[in-house]
């Protein structure tokens, strides 16, 4: 069963404007971490945001942050101001403490960013 | 600064050769990583190993195998390689625990034809 859900094949944003990336996840472990990452057309894979399932308040990092809804399953990535160096493939990952540190993958979605 | 290097950037065998993938990273994590990287699947984990000698079978490990004897270096091993696996492999690297961030390798592009 898919355990990472990311219904956005393609999107596409006007520069300087605010984009949410939908993530939804599943998972019976109540202690999980939620991972995002940007893969350039470069091809390298950057870590860009963490919430963990315990964490109070979504996380924040720069332009980054996280619109976490636990009862929905869902982790949200919102990219404020977006640039044209924002244009890159976005996946959301999920790591469950009972599992070893294994570390689980969405489909992705192609953000283009429009000038 | 991490680093995660594998082997070969880009990779042509034969159907039925024996293809090894070599990982190497320099932080001293405990845990790495193989992915297989296919458009509109996303990443799909392989195998992972927590620690020296010890291995864990992923989502898709048909007709993969792994080996870890020493802490820095992952190698995945492809008994004898089918045109299906034609696909981008990633290695990655991390801390134990679950709010440690992988780092990953530039990936290697594997043709086989």
Not at chain 1, 33 to 45: R, V
Request: aromatic fraction near 12%.
């Amino acid at each position: 069963a898919q355990k990472i859900t990311q219904t956005q094949p393609g999107m596409f944003v006007q520069e300087k404007e605010a984009v949410t990336l939908d993530c939804t996840y599943d998972t019976s472990d109540p202690s999980y971490g939620l991972f995002w990452y940007k893969q350039p057309s470069s091809g390298e894979m950057i870590f860009l945001i963490y919430q963990g399932s315990y964490d109070q308040q979504n996380a924040t990092e720069g332009r980054y942050s996280l619109n976490f809804q636990k009862a929905r399953k869902s982790a949200n990535l919102v990219i404020s101001a977006s640039q044209l160096g924002d244009s890159a493939m976005y996946f959301c990952a999920m790591r469950e403490s009972t599992s070893y540190d294994k570390v689980i993958f969405g489909p992705g979605t192609s953000l283009s960013v429009i000038p | 600064d991490v680093k995660v290097t594998q082997s070969s950037r880009y990779l042509v065998k034969r159907t039925g050769e024996k293809v090894f993938l070599e990982c190497v990273q320099d932080m001293d994590h405990e845990n790495m990583f193989w992915y297989r990287q296919d458009p509109g699947l996303g990443l799909r984990l392989i195998y992972f190993s927590y620690d020296v000698k010890m291995k864990e079978k992923g989502d898709i490990p048909e007709g993969y195998s792994v080996s870890r004897e020493k802490k820095e270096r992952f190698s995945l091993i492809l008994e004898s390689a089918s045109t299906n696996q034609t696909s981008m492999y990633l290695c990655a690297s991390s801390s134990r625990g679950q709010h440690y961030e992988q780092y990953f390798g530039p990936g290697t592009r594997l043709t086989v034809t």
